[in-house]
Each structure stands twice: as C-alpha cells, then as structure tokens.
C-alpha cells in the first residue's frame, strides 16, 4: 500500500472570539495510492477541514498549527505559490460540498471549462479543451453538446453534479476528493453518480478520497475507510475488517446506528449524547461522555493511535500495544 497522501500529526486551529477552536486535533491520515478511501463522522467532525487542508485551501481565519501533509512525498505546506497552482487540479482536485452552487450562473459551461484549462495550461487550443471536455462529460453519461452550451440553472441537481466531477477531471489529478458528493440528490441520482465514481476511479486510476456520513455508501465503494471524532481520526482499516469487526467503541457505535433491510430497523440504536463542544474539550479521550467502556484513564489521559501489522490504527485505552487489537463488543 503504497500512501499517496500522508497526514501527520495535523493540527488546524480556528481562532474565534470565544477561544481557540480546533477542528482537526493531531490527526494522522493516509490515503493510499490506486485506492478509494472513504472519511466517515458525523457533522463537525473535521473531515471536510482536513480534506481542505489537503487541497491547501483552509477558510480564513483557519491555520494548520501543527503536524504535515505530504502529497507524492512533496511537502504541500511548503508549496511555493506556482507550484500551489498545478497541485491544484493538476495533481489534487476537489468536489466541494453542495458543489453543484460552485458554477457561475451567468457563465455557460463551456466558457467555465475553458476558463479553468486556460488558468493551467497554455499549450492547449480551444478544440482541444473542448474535445476533452466533451469526452468528460460523455464520460459522466451527459449529453456533451447540450450540456456545455447550457447554463447552470438549465439544469438538473444531478446534471450539475455530474458536470462537477467532469471539473475534477479536466486536468487528469492523480487525487479527487469528493465532499458529500450526492448531497442533496434523490436516492436513485444517488446510486447512478456512485456508479460512475467507481467506474472513473477504475479506468482512470485515480485515487479518490470520498468524505461522507453515509455508511451504506462506504461499504459499497471504499476499499479502505477513517472514522473521524472531534477532529481525530479514532481507527482507520480496510472497509471489511471496520464494518465486520470494529475496533473503537464510536466506530462499533457508528455500525450499529445504519439501518439495514436484512435487520429488524428496532435493533439500530443510535449514539447516546452529543460530540463534545471543541471549544471546550474534555480531558482526556473526547469520546468517554458517550462511552460505555470508558474507566479512569479514558478520563485523564487521550489514547495514543496503535497500529495492527494488518493496517489497522486505532486510538483507544482498550489497545495498549497492538496486539491487544482485537474486536470491541459494546451492547
Ligand atoms: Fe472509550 Fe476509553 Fe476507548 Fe475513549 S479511550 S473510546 S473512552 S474506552
């Protein structure tokens, strides 16, 4: 497992006028290379912060404090200002969330696609940038011609959508990131953009980090898949190993709270209480309030992150070394 992305020890600060909020707490991270790697949490959890921080592209006032992220084996934080420019799109692409508003409403698609190979490259003509643009949407099962002459607003949520991804694509990036990539979408859009996601990420190759709060769709893309709480990323595996045998409580909490056709819908339970203000951070392990497993040390001191020799990390008190690793069993 070759990483394409590394993510150590990030810390992203937020100063506000009540205090210091930080929404990514001494996080590690890696996305493999070839893969598709899937950020789970609920809401506030750090996960579309941290992807930004990837894209180096963290809102004002934001600022990362601590910690490195390394795209390729290049330091990202220590891109000069050119090099900044062919990272973005030409090596990482990002799908923000509810993309679909990031389109100029006064701007057909073809001149918005235009415009953006324009700012990268100046090599190409503009039949070229079309032909490739047309071929990206056919790609996206758009209809080329139709959908480039349009406006935003002549089309559907999920057309857009679809036209945000071909954006993704235009610069061939080894990485996209998706944020919540179908938000928003009726069920059945849903499926059909998850379809042509896997089929992108198949024929082009491309390693994608999806960011969602959807498990079903995880187990249904992701070959591996992080669990973010209160800015950390609490256990991270193999999308198998995670579903089948978790190893945090907040994870086997997390699997047990999505509904399933195969079981009755009155087992699901959902996770009692609410994640932790992170202007006002407990001590110790963030999750203890709402954990049933939590004694004494959870209570003083936060777990240091183990790792298993299958790949699997987790940072709880349960695992002292790694091979005390093993399934957790909350009721
Ligand atoms: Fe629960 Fe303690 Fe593990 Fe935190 S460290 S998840 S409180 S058992």
Redesign the pocket.
């Known amino acids: 497992m070759k990483p394409l992305v590394e993510v150590r020890g990030l810390t992203i600060e937020f100063p506000m006028r009540a205090g210091l909020l930080r929404a990514v707490n001494e996080a590690d991270f890696v996305i493999p290379e070839g893969q598709i790697t899937a950020l789970v949490g609920e809401s506030g959890s750090g996960k579309s912060t941290m992807a930004s921080a990837i894209m180096r592209a963290i809102a004002v006032p934001g600022r990362v404090a601590e910690g490195s992220i390394h795209f390729d084996g290049h330091d990202v934080m220590s891109l000069s200002k050119k090099q900044l420019q062919s990272y973005k799109w030409e090596q990482a692409a990002m799908v923000f969330q509810a993309a679909q508003n990031a389109l100029n409403p006064v701007m057909r698609i073809k001149d918005q696609m235009v415009e953006t190979f324009r700012a990268h490259s100046k090599t190409l003509t503009e039949k070229q940038m079309l032909d490739k643009a047309r071929s990206l949407l056919d790609y996206v099962r758009l209809e080329p011609d139709r959908v480039l002459n349009a406006f935003p607003h002549e089309l559907s949520g999920g057309m857009k959508q679809r036209v945000m991804i071909a954006f993704s694509l235009l610069l061939d990036p080894q990485l996209v990131i998706l944020d919540e990539p179908t938000t928003a979408l009726d069920v059945i859009t849903q499926a059909y953009i998850f379809d042509i996601l896997t089929k992108i990420h198949k024929d082009m190759n491309i390693t994608m980090l999806l960011l969602t709060h959807d498990i079903g769709v995880v187990a249904k893309v992701a070959d591996r898949v992080g669990v973010m709480y209160a800015g950390n990323v ?1 256990e991270a595996g193999g999308v198998y190993d995670m579903f089948k045998r978790p190893k ?3 994870t086997a909490k997390l699997m047990k709270a999505v509904p399933s056709l195969y079981h009755d819908l009155a087992e699901r339970e959902g996770i009692p209480g609410s994640p932790p203000d992170l202007l006002n951070m407990p001590p ?12 004494d ?3 003083a001191s ?2 240091a992150k183990v790792y298993s020799s299958a790949g699997h990390e987790v ?5 002292p070394n790694a091979s005390s690793i093993s399934e ?1 069993r909350t009721s």
């Open positions: 609490v945090h409580p907040y110790g392990c963030p999750f203890a309030p709402r954990c049933e497993l939590a004694h040390k959870c209570r936060s777990p940072a709880c008190h349960l695992y957790v």
